[in-house]
C-alpha cells in the first residue's frame, strides 16, 4: 500500500498536516500516512496532531529519537539517535 511519508527538512512537504490534506484530498479510504517521531520533530509538527489520526490511517510508523542537543531546524538524518536515547517524548 503507498503511504504519504512527510519528511522534516524537506521544504515542500514537511508537516504533519500537510500529510493529512493530502490524505483527505485523496478521497480514498485506504489514504495512508507514513509518521516518523524525528521528521515530526525536526518539521515543527509537533506530537499533538497524531492524535487526530486513528489506527487506519497509519500503517507504519517510524521510531527515530533526536538528540535534544541540537536545535530543530539544524538537525540532519545523520543525528538521529536510538529510541528513547534523545529528546522525543517516550516512555
Avoid: C
Amino acid at each position: 500500500m503507498p503511504q504519504l511519508e512527510f519528511w522534516g527538512a524537506f521544504p515542500s512537504f514537511f508537516h504533519l498536516g500537510q500529510a493529512m490534506a493530502v490524505a483527505a484530498a485523496a478521497d480514498d479510504k485506504d489514504a495512508k500516512i507514513l509518521a516518523d517521531v524525528y521528521h515530526l520533530f525536526r518539521g515543527g509538527s509537533g506530537f499533538e496532531g497524531m492524535k487526530m489520526l486513528d489506527g487506519h490511517a497509519i500503517d507504519i510508523f517510524h521510531m527515530n529519537d533526536f538528540p535534544a542537543s541540537i536545535p530543530r531546524t539544524e538537525q540532519q538524518d545523520k543525528d538521529r539517535v536510538m529510541p528513547g536515547d534523545g529528546g522525543a517524548p517516550m516512555k
